[in-house]
């Protein structure tokens, strides 16, 4: 199989999980209180990401201790109360709705990232982000039945914080392998 083949396989397969996540998550809420569902994801994916991790850095999974700080904001703000507002955003409205708003991370990452980083924009990428904005704001028009004040608020909560710790993420993933980050985060998340 070709590389550009290869990656588009992956890419779709990416697509494919997490879009399901919207519709899965609102039919295991049914059944599964939302922090529980939450716990049981991280708690596995923890536990797997980091034997994983172990043996593919050949056993250096340590983080300095002065970064310890940062991993446990990542792992309480973005991985735990980020996705907690996820799970609670789609229980109180639509999953649907709730993919719509979450749709609009890269904007809100790319906006903190100005704000905070101080990275550099062009006009062309300040124009994708506004087509981004409206389109999404085009397509939630008007929430419909079953979409509640709070599911919208929670929902953009977790937009919110996941963006704001995704900075952070990104200073931890320049001194350490995602994987390792990721693990330890969805560890303290758990």
């Known amino acids: 199989m070709s590389k550009s083949w290869q990656s588009t396989l992956l890419c779709t397969l990416v697509i494919v999980i997490w879009g399901s996540l919207y519709i899965s998550g609102r039919l295991v809420l049914q059944y599964i209180p939302a922090l529980l569902v939450l716990f049981i994801r991280y708690a596995l994916s923890s536990v797997i990401l980091l034997r994983v991790g172990y043996h593919t850095l050949h056993g250096h999974i340590a983080i300095a201790r002065k970064d310890w700080g940062e991993l446990f904001f990542v792992g309480l703000v973005g991985y735990y109360l980020s996705n907690a507002a996820l799970f609670l955003g789609i229980q109180y409205s639509s999953a649907s709705f709730a993919s719509l708003i979450n749709s609009l991370t890269p904007v809100v990452i790319s906006g903190l990232a100005i704000a905070l980083l101080g990275e550099k924009v062009t006009k062309l990428q300040m124009g994708s982000l506004l087509v981004a904005v409206l389109g999404a704001g085009i397509i939630i028009g008007k929430p419909t039945a079953g979409v509640t004040t709070a599911g919208m608020l929670i ?36």
């Not at 937009?159 to 693990?183: E, Q, R």
């Open 155 to 190: 929902s953009v909560f977790a937009l919110f914080s996941w963006a704001y710790a995704t900075i952070h993420l990104k200073k931890l993933t320049a001194k350490y392998d995602p994987l390792l980050v990721t693990g330890y985060g969805m560890a303290i998340a758990a």
